[in-house]
């Protein structure tokens, strides 16, 4: 019963030595069942015995991140694979802090080469490009820097023009040479010309090679190679402040050609020393690091183990003799087992002289709730979670919604391509579930992939819905049989052999029986009566041709939408029910449930079976009878003798004077009593003796008279036969009927009747339901006012009877008259008001499901027919079959199974939960292993 209810918790106590509490806490965090409290409340976290050993465990996860996060660095490594060594957890940690020194050691080590490496890159780039500049004799002029060119920009002199001189003047110039960024380079030149007021010369080219290695950053830029030609020891330090501010980097550049081919030699002979070095650093620190890849994981877990075992033992209080510890907790009931069990071990492998005591400990707080879930009910337990957690064996309303929530959404969603869809997609994560778990991290998929049994059933529904429905992506199917219905434009023979069909015929009409009750050729009757084709599972296919179809379908939604909610409404005050049972609150079951039971369905469960009466009236056989009551005549034809009255005239004879055997006594009666108009010939007319008068079926479309009860009435008919009426009775609409129940009290006209004795059972309904109010609203507050006065004079604290209804839930309370009256009162107007509103957000389901299928069709009649399959063209086809694929895929599947899915998440938060959940407990959350992996996942 763990599913309906949480499981009943204890509250233990353990006795655990000291030299055993390690290994018996980590026993039992093998099997998570204990939720320990924290009996150091007081403490701050630094005070507590094991917080060095929880510093230790940080330690290793913070060495253990930082190598793990080294080793996916180098692509190259492959984890796992290794084998892992037996150490104890202090070996452990002083292995780690050595690899994590050596670790930082080599990887600032092998971080300096590159660095050195790029410089030495950088400067060889810097020597090739800027020994030409400066060996040039280009004529140079100083100028601001303009955008025309942007790949070099030159710095015009104010140097005279000839060549001799210009030489002359760039001896006596100084220069800066480096390597800058290339995004850097405009910024670096503008702010060069203003500060030097143009007296200085740049040049630049961007670096062939893509990106280079930045020596300050170590990330890959693209970069340029820059010279600026200067003059004066004050122009010296201005561009060199400047060039740091941009992040360039400066190298020495000699002057005369020897000087730079010298130098560049030296260049390349270091960097292949250079290279050498850093393969072999590379190799050594890959190999470091390749012998603790394959520990990274073991460690981490068991580091992440140590620790939550220690900051359980935190929480553990100290005995005064300190020769052990003190724990309490709670613990599932049928848990008790597995705990001793555990607590065996403990003692066992630690060589604990004094076994762990346990003890179970009677008290009145109130325990954590758990309910112990599958792969199924977990997503649906999840959903209900989100609400609120449930109070301490109060009833679990995800056992309802495993059902009925894929229900709802089913009805909001119904069709049997998209649900076949969705089914075949959560069939996948549910056959693949183990491969996919990897990716259940992922914040979109892994709420998928949580809820994949959840979204199964969701889509299964729908399905189902769609062969109710009969909609195939919005396209009618005949699965079960053809359509029951014909029409002139049929060329079935079993519609058009029945007499009476016919092509020119304006309306479709049901296949029947007809021929089995009526002997055409002999003009007889068979004595059977005549059944109409009905068509075996869902939706008549012939209703999507329909000029009504619209209406039709809206009709039949909107109705079940009603009876949907109000079913699951009172469900949920049946559920209180069995929450104030397992109370024994009384007050709560005459005072509240009582009331709100009657409330509901005498307004609302008359609504359903007024809905119910209508669904399953045969109107073809129903009749109205002197506008006093209401008969039913099964349509079975009259012998000639009419010997086994009520029936029914034989079909398609217009003139009732040529209807063999008793048509002279037909011809007698007065002209209203016939059924068939003028030239239009039907299935026949009902036939009836009352008191002695024989009475035929009339028609209120050719005489309106015969529904007039000033005229047509049981005495006027008694009186003769010309006071005689008879007529079909017309569905009487809902909608009218129940606003008729409140503005017309005890008046209901027998042509809207739907139930025998209609009118004074809407009377009795109204007293039920007025008198529901103020038993709801008045009785409790009054009771416990009454029952609080008796406690108090007996002088008895309020915890110590039972009877709920209160009580305070075992602990005594000061109670307030009036704040109990004014929750009351709160609660009865939240109550009537909400009925109403709840019943009409219901609708919900039938909006939804008429959108769905309008936008299903659209998008198959826009795109795929008109479009594409008129065309005749077979590339235009496949485009719009391909657009209509991505549309479905889009918006119905996507957008608006999200919107399906929120309306009946709403459904039952507010509308059913809200009629008996409470929501405030406390979620059970054991000292668990399973539960860590959890948590790095979350």
């Known amino acids: 019963m763990s599913q309906f209810r949480s499981e009943d918790m204890s509250l233990i106590q353990l006795f655990v030595q000291n030299e055993a509490a390690h ?7 093998e099997v998570g069942a204990i939720q320990f409290k924290d009996l150091n409340k007081e403490k701050s976290i630094f005070q507590r015995m094991f917080v060095g ?3 230790k465990c940080d330690d290793m996860l913070r060495i253990l991140q930082f190598i793990s996060e080294t080793v996916h660095q180098d692509k190259k490594l492959v984890s796992g694979g290794a084998v892992v060594p037996s150490m104890t957890v202090d070996e452990i940690h002083d292995k780690l802090q050595e690899l994590d020194k050596e670790i930082k050691q080599l990887s600032a080590n092998y971080t300096q080469l590159l660095k050195s490496e790029a410089e030495l890159k950088e400067h060889k780039y810097v020597l090739s490009q800027s020994g030409r500049w400066l060996q040039g004799g280009q004529e140079i002029s100083f100028n601001a820097p303009t955008t025309a060119d942007e790949d070099r920009v030159e710095m015009r002199s104010l140097l005279d023009d000839s060549e001799a001189q210009t030489q002359k003047v760039m001896g006596m110039l100084g220069h800066i040479s480096g390597c800058i960024p290339t995004a850097n380079l405009r910024d670096f030149g503008l702010t060069l010309f203003r500060a030097t007021r143009g007296n200085m010369l740049l040049r630049h080219e961007h670096i062939s090679e893509s990106s280079l290695a930045d020596p300050k950053s170590g990330e890959a830029v693209q970069k340029s190679v820059f010279i ?33 081919e010298q130098l560049a030699q030296e260049i390349d002979e270091r960097l292949r020393d250079l290279g050498a070095v850093l393969s072999k650093s590379r190799n050594f620190r890959r190999g470091r690091l390749q012998q603790v890849a394959g520990c990274l994981e073991p460690w981490g877990e068991l580091a992440r183990r140590e620790k939550a075992v220690f900051h359980t033992l935190n929480k553990l209080n100290v005995d005064v003799t300190h020769q052990c510890l003190i724990a309490e907790g709670w613990c599932p009931t049928s848990k008790l087992e597995e705990v001793r069990d555990a607590l065996r071990r403990g003692a066992v492998h630690a060589g604990a002289a004094v076994p762990t005591v346990l003890n179970v400990v009677r008290t009145r707080e109130t325990p954590p709730t758990y309910f112990r879930s599958n792969k199924l009910t977990a997503g649906f337990q999840a959903i209900v ?13 995800a056992i309802f919604s495993v059902v009925t929530f894929p229900f709802l959404f089913g009805v909001m969603f119904g069709d049997i391509g998209h649900g076949f869809i969705m089914t075949l997609a959560a069939g996948l994560l549910c056959l693949h579930e183990g491969r996919l778990s990897s990716l259940a991290s992922h914040e979109m998929f892994g709420t998928v992939y949580q809820g994949r049994y959840a979204i ?23 699965f079960f049989a053809p359509t029951s219905w014909c029409g002139p434009d049929d060329t079935d023979p079993d519609c058009l052999s029945v007499p009476g069909a016919s092509k020119n015929a304006t309306q479709k009409w049901l296949r029947s029986s007809l021929e089995g009750a009526w002997d055409f050729g002999a003009r007889t009757t068979t004595g059977t009566e005549v059944a109409w084709e009905v068509y075996p599972f869902g939706t008549d296919p012939g209703w999507s041709h329909a000029s009504n179809k619209i209406n039709a379908a809206n009709t039949f939604k909107m109705k079940f939408a009603i009876v949907c909610g109000v079913a699951q409404m009172v469900a949920g005050i049946c559920c209180k029910l069995a929450n104030a049972l397992r109370a024994r609150d009384a007050l709560t079951v005459w005072f509240v449930w009582l009331p709100e039971m009657v409330f509901i369905n005498a307004i609302f469960g008359y609504l359903v079976a007024l809905i119910l009466a209508k669904w399953t009236t045969n109107w073809d056989a129903t009749y109205v009878l002197n506008n006093e009551e209401v008969v039913s005549i099964p349509q079975r034809y009259c012998d000639a003798d009419l010997s086994h009255l009520p029936c029914w005239t034989p079909p398609f004879v217009a003139d009732r004077a040529a209807v063999p055997g008793y048509g002279g006594l037909l011809a007698q009666l007065p002209q209203a009593m016939w059924c068939m108009a003028p030239g239009a010939a039907t299935a026949g007319c009902a036939v009836m003796r009352w008191k002695g008068q024989l009475v035929v079926e009339g028609n209120t479309f050719v005489t309106k008279a015969l529904a007039d009860p000033h005229t047509f009435n049981a005495a006027a008919c008694e009186a003769g036969i010309g006071g005689c009426s008879l007529y ?17 009290i005890g008046s209901v006209p027998v042509s809207q009747q739907l139930v025998p004795g209609q009118a004074p059972l809407q009377v009795f309904l109204i007293l039920a339901a007025a008198v529901s109010v103020p038993m709801l609203l008045l009785p409790r507050p009054l009771l416990l006012k009454r029952r609080h006065e008796r406690r108090a004079a007996r002088h008895v604290p309020l915890a110590d009877e039972d009877g709920g209804g209160g009580g305070g839930g075992g602990h005594e309370e000061v109670f307030d008259f009036g704040e109990e009256m004014v929750h009351q009162a709160i609660h009865t107007i939240e109550y009537v008001l909400s009925c109403i509103s709840n ?18 069709e659209v998008f198959w009649e826009k795109a795929v027919v008109e479009i594409g399959l008129e065309s005749g063209s077979p590339a235009l086809v496949l485009a719009t079959i391909t657009a209509w694929s991505c549309f479905t895929l889009g918006v119905l599947m996507c957008m608006e199974s999200l919107s399906a899915f929120l309306h ?35």
Request: proline residues 6%.
């Open 23 to 29: 290994d018996t806490m980590y026993e039992l965090g």
């Open 53 to 55: 050993d929880v510093r």
């Open 228 to 260: 600026v030609f200067f003059s004066g020891e004050r122009s010296r330090a201005k561009i060199d402040k400047i060039a740091d501010s941009y992040g360039a980097t400066k190298y020495r550049l000699p002057e005369t050609p020897a000087g730079q």
């Open 385 to 397: 979670d989100a609400y609120g957690m449930a109070s301490y064996r109060e009833f679990n309303p």
């Open 456 to 478: 199964l059933l969701m889509g299964i529904f729908a399905t189902y819905a769609g062969f109710i429905y009969n909609e195939l992506f919005s396209v009618p199917q005949p």
């Open 728 to 744: 079909k009775q017309p569905p009487p609409s809902i909608l009218d009927t129940l606003i008729n129940m409140f503005m017309e």
């Open 839 to 856: 019943t009409a957000s219901y609708l919900r389901l039938w909006a939804l499901s008429l959108a769905h299928a309008q936008l299903s």
């Open 904 to 938: 009946a998440l709403r459904l039952h938060w507010v509308e059913f939960m809200g009629k008996f959940y409470q929501g405030d407990g406390l979620c059970f959350q054991p000292f668990s292993f399973a539960r860590l992996g959890e948590a790095d996942a979350e």
